[in-house]
């Protein structure tokens, strides 16, 4: 230890020309830092592989990527998984978090709660030991500790994604999603935002060389593949884009940020494969066309904060008895029409290629006219009537089917708020600084609103969020979007009343003043 070689010095001259060759040893990389006593932030990164092979056909790998990251007496371990979240749904168990963090307390004696894992929220397939690959991917990174400078920035990235929920002309919101049909577009006024900004910190070796990317964006990695198969998704691409190009060895880590309500664009095409592949590639290639702006220097500002909050849970009796009495008032509009389907597809087809002469050449028009006769304009009107019904009753058949899969979400989170009795939801909220770059986190699905919120409240610059982080609690909009419960996907799939955002977003400006 550094003390101790100097105590056996004496006179200040000595003492001084020690602490110079340290420096010179530590920065240089040549000593590891945990064998002197200053604040020299270290990090240390690995990624293991965990694809689920027995899933069906793979097109392309999962990962958890994990980096930690020490400076002085404060360690802190940042780890991402190609997963849909962490608990609750999908393939990570709910007893995920605390298997992995009670690992790395008893094996690297690092606190539970400086341990921060984000789900990129992909909808791939993880193999069943998932928790012992991700402290397999901790502990590496522990054994490959070196030096390093921080820098942080923005890029910025637009084309890639699209805010799905629809403000309607009635005053209620309506999304886009593949479990139900969309509404017709003339009851369409308008969409919500996105958020461009790539929050981005990166960490360098002290001879330059990137060691590390941490790159933050909103954005439902669920495009999926040409011919399906297990996928990483958009943002599995855009990492595999980021480390192909920086150096051997450099892991891109994936934060996903406030996506509740943030699709990639195109997502109900129906006329092309969908393809997580070029929206990945153009979300990398925006990170790295950002990065050569950012430049790296020691910065020795390290800190976490870890906090659990009650938010109010919601009480959705009153809503899933209005919206049972509008599905019965839905069904009993439905009226009944000559037509069935193979009768109505042909005279759509018919109607709208000639309007004027629609069941027959025009001269037979000519000639009933001619002798007085209106059999075929008569026809026409009852085919124009009962093709109009029948749309309607399309139209009364999509809403229903839109209500009734909102309908069970909201079923489902009544039940849950019964059987549970408290009426409010803990969260973990984690705050971090490195550098100048600060992140938040919050274990659910967070409106891309929220997100956008923290940002121009936040004292500091370079201020991020990330959803789908220790824990998972479903969607969390925002109070004008919970106005709108049972109409679309984010309001129903939700635990939380509409005063959760106020709370959460006074809370998250406190962690803000402290970091
Ligand atoms: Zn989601």
């Given at each position: 230890m550094m003390d101790t070689n100097v105590k056996t010095m004496s006179g200040s001259y000595n003492r001084m020309f020690i602490v110079l060759l340290l420096n010179v040893l530590v920065v240089g990389g040549f000593i590891p830092m945990s064998h002197v006593n200053a604040a020299q932030l270290r990090a240390g990164v690995a990624k293991v592989d965990i694809t689920d092979t027995t899933a069906g056909p793979v097109n392309g790998r999962l990962y958890v990527r994990a980096l930690l990251l020490n400076a002085g007496e404060t360690t802190a371990v940042i780890i991402t998984v190609d997963a849909v979240a962490i608990g609750e749904i999908g393939h990570i168990s709910n007893n995920y978090l605390g298997s992995v963090r009670s690992q790395i307390e008893n094996?690297?004696?690092?606190?539970?709660?400086?341990v921060l894992i984000n789900a990129s929220h992909c909808h791939g397939v993880v193999c069943s030991d998932v928790d012992r690959r991700t402290f397999q991917a901790v502990k590496e990174a522990s054994l490959n500790m070196v030096p390093v400078n921080v820098g942080a920035g923005i890029g910025y990235e637009d084309r890639i994604m699209e805010n799905r929920r629809l403000k309607l002309k009635n005053g209620q919101e309506a999304d886009v999603r593949h479990a139900y049909s969309l509404v017709p577009d003339e009851e369409v006024a308008g969409v919500g935002p996105v958020d461009p900004e790539i929050g981005i910190f990166r960490l360098d070796r002290k001879d330059g060389r990137t060691l590390a990317v941490v790159y933050n964006f909103a954005i439902h990695p669920i495009q999926g593949v040409p011919g399906g198969g297990n996928t990483a998704d958009i943002t599995g691409f855009a990492s595999q884009v980021i480390e192909d190009n920086l150096g051997e060895g450099t892991i891109a880590l994936f934060l996903q940020g406030c996506a509740g309500d943030i699709n990639p664009v195109w997502y109900k095409d129906v006329n092309h494969p969908r393809d997580a592949e070029p929206l990945g590639n153009m979300l990398g290639l925006s990170t790295l066309r950002a990065l050569r702006e950012i430049d790296s220097k020691r910065d020795v500002r390290f800190k976490v904060i870890n906090e659990v909050i009650a938010l109010p849970r919601a009480d959705n009796a009153q809503r899933i008895l209005t919206l049972e009495a509008e599905q019965e008032r839905l069904l009993e509009s439905l009226i009944g029409t000559s037509l069935n389907l193979k009768t109505f597809i042909p005279l759509v087809v018919k109607y709208n290629i000639s309007s004027e002469y629609p069941s027959y050449y025009s001269h037979a028009y000519m000639h009933d006219k001619g002798r007085g006769g209106d059999g075929l304009e008569k026809l026409d009107s009852e085919n124009r009537r009962n093709m109009s019904q029948y749309i309607q009753n399309i139209h009364i058949m999509e809403q229903l089917t839109r209500n009734q899969t909102n309908l069970a979400l909201l079923r489902k989170h009544q039940a849950g708020l019964i059987a549970d009795g408290k009426g409010t939801i803990d969260v973990e909220l984690l705050g971090l600084r490195i550098g100048e770059f600060v992140l938040l986190t919050f274990p659910g699905e967070l409106s891309v609103q929220i997100g956008l919120n923290i940002k121009n409240m936040s004292p500091h610059d370079l201020t991020f969020v990330a959803g789908y982080t220790n824990g998972y609690i479903y969607y969390a909009p925002t109070a004008e979007q919970l106005r709108n419960v049972g109409r679309a996907q984010e309001d129903s799939d939700c635990l939380l009343a509409p005063e959760w955002q106020k709370i959460y977003e006074e809370k998250m400006l406190g962690l803000l003043r402290k970091l």
């Amino acid at each position: 230890m550094m003390d101790t070689n100097v105590k056996t010095m004496s006179g200040s001259y000595n003492r001084m020309f020690i602490v110079l060759l340290l420096n010179v040893l530590v920065v240089g990389g040549f000593i590891p830092m945990s064998h002197v006593n200053a604040a020299q932030l270290r990090a240390g990164v690995a990624k293991v592989d965990i694809t689920d092979t027995t899933a069906g056909p793979v097109n392309g790998r999962l990962y958890v990527r994990a980096l930690l990251l020490n400076a002085g007496e404060t360690t802190a371990v940042i780890i991402t998984v190609d997963a849909v979240a962490i608990g609750e749904i999908g393939h990570i168990s709910n007893n995920y978090l605390g298997s992995v963090r009670s690992q790395i307390e008893n094996e690297l004696q690092i606190k539970p709660g400086n341990v921060l894992i984000n789900a990129s929220h992909c909808h791939g397939v993880v193999c069943s030991d998932v928790d012992r690959r991700t402290f397999q991917a901790v502990k590496e990174a522990s054994l490959n500790m070196v030096p390093v400078n921080v820098g942080a920035g923005i890029g910025y990235e637009d084309r890639i994604m699209e805010n799905r929920r629809l403000k309607l002309k009635n005053g209620q919101e309506a999304d886009v999603r593949h479990a139900y049909s969309l509404v017709p577009d003339e009851e369409v006024a308008g969409v919500g935002p996105v958020d461009p900004e790539i929050g981005i910190f990166r960490l360098d070796r002290k001879d330059g060389r990137t060691l590390a990317v941490v790159y933050n964006f909103a954005i439902h990695p669920i495009q999926g593949v040409p011919g399906g198969g297990n996928t990483a998704d958009i943002t599995g691409f855009a990492s595999q884009v980021i480390e192909d190009n920086l150096g051997e060895g450099t892991i891109a880590l994936f934060l996903q940020g406030c996506a509740g309500d943030i699709n990639p664009v195109w997502y109900k095409d129906v006329n092309h494969p969908r393809d997580a592949e070029p929206l990945g590639n153009m979300l990398g290639l925006s990170t790295l066309r950002a990065l050569r702006e950012i430049d790296s220097k020691r910065d020795v500002r390290f800190k976490v904060i870890n906090e659990v909050i009650a938010l109010p849970r919601a009480d959705n009796a009153q809503r899933i008895l209005t919206l049972e009495a509008e599905q019965e008032r839905l069904l009993e509009s439905l009226i009944g029409t000559s037509l069935n389907l193979k009768t109505f597809i042909p005279l759509v087809v018919k109607y709208n290629i000639s309007s004027e002469y629609p069941s027959y050449y025009s001269h037979a028009y000519m000639h009933d006219k001619g002798r007085g006769g209106d059999g075929l304009e008569k026809l026409d009107s009852e085919n124009r009537r009962n093709m109009s019904q029948y749309i309607q009753n399309i139209h009364i058949m999509e809403q229903l089917t839109r209500n009734q899969t909102n309908l069970a979400l909201l079923r489902k989170h009544q039940a849950g708020l019964i059987a549970d009795g408290k009426g409010t939801i803990d969260v973990e909220l984690l705050g971090l600084r490195i550098g100048e770059f600060v992140l938040l986190t919050f274990p659910g699905e967070l409106s891309v609103q929220i997100g956008l919120n923290i940002k121009n409240m936040s004292p500091h610059d370079l201020t991020f969020v990330a959803g789908y982080t220790n824990g998972y609690i479903y969607y969390a909009p925002t109070a004008e979007q919970l106005r709108n419960v049972g109409r679309a996907q984010e309001d129903s799939d939700c635990l939380l009343a509409p005063e959760w955002q106020k709370i959460y977003e006074e809370k998250m400006l406190g962690l803000l003043r402290k970091l």
